[in-house]
């Protein structure tokens, strides 16, 4: 997953630090951030603010840095992050902004660039609101402070506590001899519903109705399967499709089947009563 943001690894310019007698300081104070276009020249880019925080300044400070805007970041140290060189700014003082929110674009090819690399985003990051255009005034290195939000922008999403609410569960419908059973399947879980559920949980859990997708119980064990579950258990009790605590083999719902649970058991154990489910439970223990 990449996250789109002006300040992807990719897109890092000009950098901090350089020593450059262009500049009052004798080095370059912020990080650019630009993309290169078709024949090398820098292209037009969005600019995108790097940090949450609370838009404090919008103007133009000088004839250098042009359109800038300052974010209070409320960090312990580099509190205030500047864009500079802009051509469009969409955000006003006093807006609350979050990491990676568009805060206008660049100046164009055609428009006035900034001084030393075509349109692109001039970030500085100081302890003074007006520290990017106060050149006495100490800064810091931007890219640390990029990369950290990068990072956070494409860190994968933390496991969900429950994972009934994880995204990538199917919700489905299987026929069975006695009728639909609703049931649903996310790595390592197979969860069947019996009417003593409660709708609204069901419902929930399944967020849109539409979802439910038809399946024939034949193809259960091979979407179990797919979905790391091999060692849940399911039967026709009665007439009934049920699904079988690997622990005891008896019929329960809302109850998470596992591999792991079934391992500890051992499938042996789990009374079957349909020749489907004693022949998919000897193909398990075969191999
Ligand atoms: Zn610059």
Same mark, same amino acid.
């Given at each position: ?18 020593? $450059?007698? *262009? ?9 650019? @951030? ?11 880019? /969005? ?10 300044? =919008? ?9 800038? @805007? ?9 509190? &205030? ?13 006093? $807006?609350? @902004?979050?990491?990676?929110? %568009?805060?206008? %674009? *660049? ?7 900034? &001084? ?16 990017? #255009? ?19 922008? +494409? ?12 995204? +990538? ?12 059973? !609703?049931?649903?399947?996310? +790595? ?21 109705? $539409? $979802?439910? /997708? ?10 179990? %399967? ?7 258990? #399911? ?6 499709? =049920?699904?079988?605590?690997? !622990? ?15 391992? %500890? ?10 020749? /489907? ?7 398990? +223990?075969?191999?």
């Amino acid at each position: 997953m990449t996250a789109d943001v002006t300040y992807a690894p990719d897109r890092i310019g000009y950098r901090y630090g350089v020593a $450059d007698d *262009n500049y009052s300081k004798g080095y370059h104070r912020g990080q650019d @951030v630009r993309e290169k276009g078709p024949r090398g020249g820098s292209v037009v880019t /969005q600019v995108d603010a790097i940090d949450d925080g609370v838009v404090v300044y =919008v103007g133009r400070p000088n004839s250098l840095l042009e359109a800038t @805007v300052v974010i209070d970041t409320g960090r312990a140290e580099g509190r &205030f992050e500047s864009h500079s060189h802009m051509a469009d700014v969409c955000v006003s003082v006093r $807006d609350r @902004v979050t990491s990676g929110q %568009r805060l206008g %674009r *660049n100046a164009g090819m055609d428009e006035r660039p900034g &001084f030393i690399d075509g349109p692109h985003d001039h970030v500085t990051i100081t302890d003074r609101l007006d520290g990017a #255009w106060m050149t006495w005034v100490g800064e810091y290195d931007p890219l640390p402070f990029m990369q950290a939000a990068y990072a956070r922008a +494409t860190a994968p999403a933390s496991p969900s506590p429950n994972p009934l609410e994880d995204d +990538t569960m199917l919700m489905l419908k299987i026929n069975s001899p006695s009728g639909p059973h !609703l049931c649903s399947l996310s +790595t390592g879980v197979f969860r069947h519903f019996i009417p003593e559920d409660p709708t609204d949980k069901i419902m929930r859990l399944s967020r849109i109705q $539409d $979802d439910w /997708q038809d399946v024939e119980l034949s193809e259960l064990p091979a979407l179990l %399967r797919t979905y790391g579950c091999d060692l849940a258990i #399911w039967d026709l009790q009665g007439d009934k499709f =049920v699904v079988l605590d690997p !622990l005891d083999g008896s019929v329960k719902s809302g109850n998470m089947w596992s591999a792991a649970n079934a391992a %500890r058991a051992g499938v042996a154990q789990v009374k079957v009563t349909s020749e /489907q489910t004693r022949a998919y439970l000897a193909k398990l +223990t075969k191999s």
